[in-house]
């Protein structure tokens, strides 16, 4: 292994294990003295209706809040956005400033960033048997179904699958998942651009690993935009902001509960990554770009706010929803949005464009008309409303490719949280499931 890689897991370990014997012995103690202690309590409506709201699981990185928004351990967006180091030249937060916090809970020195970007570039060569698996599949197959068949390929070279065959201490578990974390992490751009490149670029070539550049300065070259300055700092925020979002997301949760099977880090992100696929997770700034170019054809590049209004009633009196906009947990406008809508304001570039002049407007018109409307629970922009424009400002139009770049984001929150969930001795989750025959008898007897 190469002296810088091993120099800097050696430093990460040695964090953690200053840190881990606290929150060992913190569960132990809600486990001894509060076990009995209630949380909540269980209604049909969680049941039947998604197990939304239900506390019912442990996660460390992040908390969201539905006034607040997110708080990644402890810090808004904003806090985030000043006290993370960005990549050398740029002024976003990175990847690898977000996935230290993550783990650790603590802010990154610049040195521990450079340390963490260079260590990631040393791992982030694709095994020659994943670069020949990905490079047979058919062009027209998803790119999701791509990535994850990718990422459980990965699992050839697992250390923790290869450690728990030999006999590993229970106690020890969290430092191979650690290993096979920081690879998983360090190779996802390299695999979700080949998949790229062959679906949409196959003419070219995939240029190598720049060990001078951070995680998402590398997955935006090896796309083929690396000289965009602009894109790699969006995506260097975007990637930063999607990392995590709790744990009851259905991406995160399907890590958590593979991952609690002792699956090691690629088969459990495989299997998040095609809940992620699904449309009612990560398919949503897709759909709203989409609609914004339909209303774009409908009321030209330049609309009034009466003719966005006109076309929101439009979308909703013909039975549609208006995407981009209510969350499940949020009751007040998205952080996330917020923070890309400041980016897109920092951007002389982006100030005279049509779509994002459009996501602008229909942010000001959207929220009363839904709130006249009467449905929704929730009538705030959300981050996608404006992620996916933007990408498509920067060129990156191929939309069936957008959650790929999801994927590539969300396995920093996923992965923070199986290294804890070893660290603490989690246990398989299983959750008691019942019949409405069941619950009949309860509501009879209630």
Not at 241 to 267: F, I, K, Q, R, W
Not at 339 to 362: C, G, H, M, W, Y
Not at 391 to 420: A, D, P
Request: hydrophobic share 40%; charged share 20%.
């Amino acid at each position: 292994m190469h002296t810088l890689i091993t120099r800097f897991l050696q430093t990460l370990k040695e964090t953690l294990q200053e840190i881990i014997p606290a929150k060992q012995a913190q569960i132990k103690e809600l486990r001894t003295n509060h076990a009995g202690v209630k949380v909540g309590d269980v209604k049909i409506e969680n049941i039947v209706g998604g197990m939304r709201g239900l506390k019912a699981m442990l996660w460390e990185g992040s908390v969201l809040d539905p006034n607040e928004g997110i708080r990644f351990h402890g810090l808004s967006i904003p806090d985030c956005q000043k006290a993370l180091p960005p990549a050398h030249g740029g002024q976003e937060i990175i990847s690898e400033s977000m996935l230290w916090l993550l783990l650790t809970g603590q802010i990154p020195s610049h040195q521990q960033v450079r340390d963490f970007s260079r260590s990631l570039a040393e791992r982030g060569e694709l095994p020659n048997h994943v670069a020949k698996l990905v490079d047979a599949f058919p062009k027209t197959l998803h790119p999701m179904t791509q990535l994850a068949m990718g990422v459980a390929a990965l699992n050839h070279d697992s250390s923790f699958a290869a450690a728990y065959e030999k006999g590993i201490k229970k106690s020890e578990y969290w430092e191979p998942v650690l290993e096979d974390s920081l690879d998983l992490v360090a190779k996802l751009p390299a695999l979700a651009a080949r998949i790229y490149r062959n679906a949409y670029k196959p003419e070219t070539q995939l240029p190598p690993i720049d060990k001078d550049l951070d995680l998402v300065g590398n997955y935006v070259n090896m796309l083929g935009y690396g000289d965009n300055k602009s894109l790699t700092e969006y995506l260097r925020l975007y990637i930063a902001l999607h990392g995590d979002h709790e744990g009851g997301n259905v991406s995160a949760h399907t890590a958590h509960l593979v991952g609690s099977a002792l699956s090691d880090p690629y088969l459990s992100y495989s299997a998040a990554l095609l809940g992620l696929a699904g449309p009612l997770h990560g398919l949503a700034n897709q759909e709203v770009l989409r609609w914004m170019l339909e209303m774009q054809k409908a009321v030209g590049e330049d609309p009034s706010h009466d003719q966005i209004r006109e076309y929101l009633w439009k979308t909703l009196k013909g039975g549609q929803v208006v995407p981009g906009y209510g969350h499940g947990v949020l009751r007040k406008p998205d952080p996330r949005f917020i923070a890309l809508q400041q980016f897109s304001a920092s951007r002389a570039e982006l100030k005279d464009s049509p779509i994002i002049q459009l996501v602008n407007k229909t942010s000001e018109v959207a929220p009363g008309v839904l709130t006249e409307h009467g449905k929704a629970k929730s009538v705030h922009p959300n981050v996608d409303a404006v992620s996916g424009c933007l990408l498509y400002h920067y060129g990156l139009t191929e939309f069936k490719y957008y959650t790929v770049i999801f994927g590539v984001s969300r396995v920093l929150g996923c992965v923070s949280q199986l290294v804890w969930d070893r660290a603490l001795g989690l246990p398989i989750e299983r959750p008691k499931s019942v019949s409405m025959a069941d619950l009949q008898k309860i509501v009879g007897s209630a």
